[in-house]
Nanobody, 123 residues
């Protein structure tokens, strides 16, 4: 299984970005997918997750601003990030949690990770 994350970049506060995570080697028809982020000097934290049945969860810090979605036909998960804040600056990683029917924000639940895409939000 390989996960390819893309879509990061630099944006001003209040702006938007859409991250993509394309999976190959497995269709996530029974898996959960998630987005995590790691700011400089901090640990990795869960941002959002989506189950195979499109149940979603979000970290409190991004609720109302970020939206996770999936396109099964493309084996791709997206993270639409609106109203970005400087504190959203981090490297964002997508992950796959095998055979997990529920969305998860715990890092230990994930089996595969993408390479990360960097998001920088300037004030």
């Amino acid at each position: 299984v390989q996960l390819q994350a893309s879509g990061g970049g630099m944006v001003q506060a209040g702006g938007s970005l859409r991250l993509s995570c394309a999976a190959s080697g497995r269709t996530f028809s029974s898996d959960a997918m998630g987005w995590f982020r790691q700011a400089s000097g901090k640990g990795r934290e869960g941002v959002s997750s989506i189950s195979a049945e499109d149940s979603t969860i979000y970290a409190d810090s991004v609720k109302g601003r970020f939206t996770i979605s999936s396109d099964a036909s493309k084996n791709t998960v997206y993270l639409q990030m609106n109203s970005l804040k400087p504190e959203d600056t981090a490297v964002y990683y997508c992950g796959l949690s095998l055979s997990n029917w529920y969305p998860r924000l715990e890092e230990c639940e994930y089996d595969y990770w993408g390479q990360g895409t960097e998001v920088t939000v300037s004030s």
